[in-house]
């Protein structure tokens, strides 16, 4: 019993217990101060975000939402990178606070790390890959693209990989080391491609006629006026198939609004070519 006791008023010293309050505090203030420097790099981000648009609103000739996804893009990945050194920092500086000895954990990682560059060339060349992406500013948040046969709005923009949302809502990420071949179709501006079939007996002057005006028509409506870039061209009869003549048009859009304004063109054309008499190849 009078062990316990001296035990139990050993344990309750306050010099056992006081340096390790102190240290668990100062943890506690080392990650609420990391919490806190994220947070203001976000703000200052996202003001630095409103000085490069205006910064390269009056040095450059690129359409505003262009600059806007151009803008949206570097911040997301200059946060990321904010974001994992500050906690990097954070962590080192809390495992010293509790007594950790960090030098042979750091010595370790190092060489681990050399282990993991010399294993790890997949990576490496993802991460490559990501910074030549952001450095050619080949692609941006929000554009229309086709990656390695893979067509979607790109979401995000890592140092990794690249995602991808699908028409049909499906996400894909690809790795920034893979990535082949890429179409862009919103950069600067876009193009919707209008193509058909029509019969070999109806009026192939008329039908292009109706495009030249539709195009026009459709030019003139107050919604559509600011996404068209140019007037419709009609590239006129494209060929002659087996079933039918087949005509092409274009319009230059804004980039990203190629499909509404195709959708709306098709929809007039489609009530033209009726009223007109304009025929299509008969099934068989």
């Given at each position: 019993?009078q062990?316990?006791?001296?035990?139990a008023?050993?344990?309750?010293?306050?010099?056992?217990?006081?340096?390790?309050?102190?240290?668990?505090?100062?943890?506690?203030?080392?990650?609420?101060?990391?919490?806190?420097?994220?947070?203001?790099?976000?703000?200052?981000?996202?003001?630095l975000?409103?000085?490069?648009?205006?910064?390269?609103?009056?040095?450059?000739?690129?359409?505003?939402?262009?600059?806007?996804?151009?803008?949206?893009?570097?911040?997301?990945?200059?946060?990321?990178?904010?974001?994992?050194?500050?906690?990097?920092?954070?962590?080192?500086?809390?495992?010293?606070?509790?007594?950790?000895?960090?030098?042979?954990?750091?010595?370790?990682?190092?060489?681990?790390?050399?282990?993991?560059?010399?294993?790890?060339?997949?990576?490496?060349?993802?991460?490559?890959?990501?910074?030549?992406?952001?450095l050619?500013?080949?692609?941006?948040?929000?554009d229309a693209?086709?990656?390695?046969g893979?067509s979607?709005?790109?979401?995000?923009?890592?140092?990794?990989?690249?995602?991808?949302?699908?028409e049909?809502?499906?996400v894909?990420?690809?790795?920034?080391?893979?990535?082949?071949?890429?179409?862009?179709?919103?950069?600067?501006?876009?193009?919707?491609?209008?193509?058909?079939?029509?019969?070999?007996?109806?009026?192939?002057?008329?039908?292009?006629?109706?495009?030249?005006e539709?195009g026009?028509?459709?030019a003139?409506?107050?919604?559509?006026?600011?996404?068209?870039?140019?007037?419709?061209?009609?590239?006129?009869?494209?060929?002659?198939?087996?079933?039918?003549?087949?005509?092409?048009?274009?319009i230059?859009?804004?980039?990203?609004?190629?499909?509404?304004?195709g959708?709306?063109?098709?929809?007039?054309?489609?009530?033209?070519?009726?009223?007109?008499?304009?025929?299509?190849?008969?099934?068989?």
């Open positions: 019993m062990i316990s006791r001296e035990m008023l050993e344990l309750v010293r306050a010099e056992r217990w006081i340096p390790w309050l102190i240290r668990g505090v100062r943890v506690v203030v080392i990650l609420a101060g990391a919490w806190l420097l994220t947070f203001i790099a976000r703000r200052l981000l996202r003001h975000r409103a000085y490069a648009m205006r910064t390269m609103k009056s040095h450059g000739h690129a359409p505003e939402i262009e600059l806007e996804k151009r803008a949206a893009t570097i911040m997301a990945v200059l946060a990321k990178l904010a974001a994992f050194a500050i906690w990097m920092i954070a962590l080192v500086m809390a495992l010293n606070e509790l007594t950790f000895n960090i030098q042979p954990l750091l010595a370790g990682l190092g060489v681990a790390g050399l282990a993991l560059g010399l294993g790890a060339q997949t990576l490496i060349k993802d991460w490559l890959g990501g910074l030549l992406v952001l050619e500013d080949q692609i941006r948040i929000g693209v086709t990656i390695n893979i979607g709005v790109v979401e995000e923009i890592n140092l990794r990989t690249t995602v991808l949302r699908g049909n809502g499906a894909h990420i690809i790795a920034n080391g893979l990535i082949n071949t890429l179409s862009n179709m919103t950069r600067e501006y876009a193009y919707y491609v209008f193509e058909v079939t029509l019969a070999h007996s109806t009026n192939v002057d008329r039908a292009l006629q109706i495009l030249t539709t026009a028509e459709l003139e409506e107050p919604t559509f006026q600011p996404m068209i870039l140019a007037p419709v061209e009609v590239m006129g009869l494209d060929r002659l198939a087996e079933r039918g003549v087949v005509v092409r048009a274009r230059k859009t804004l980039p990203s609004r190629q499909a509404v304004v959708r709306e063109f098709n929809r007039l054309v489609n009530a033209r070519f009726a009223a007109d008499g304009i025929a299509f190849p008969s099934i068989t």
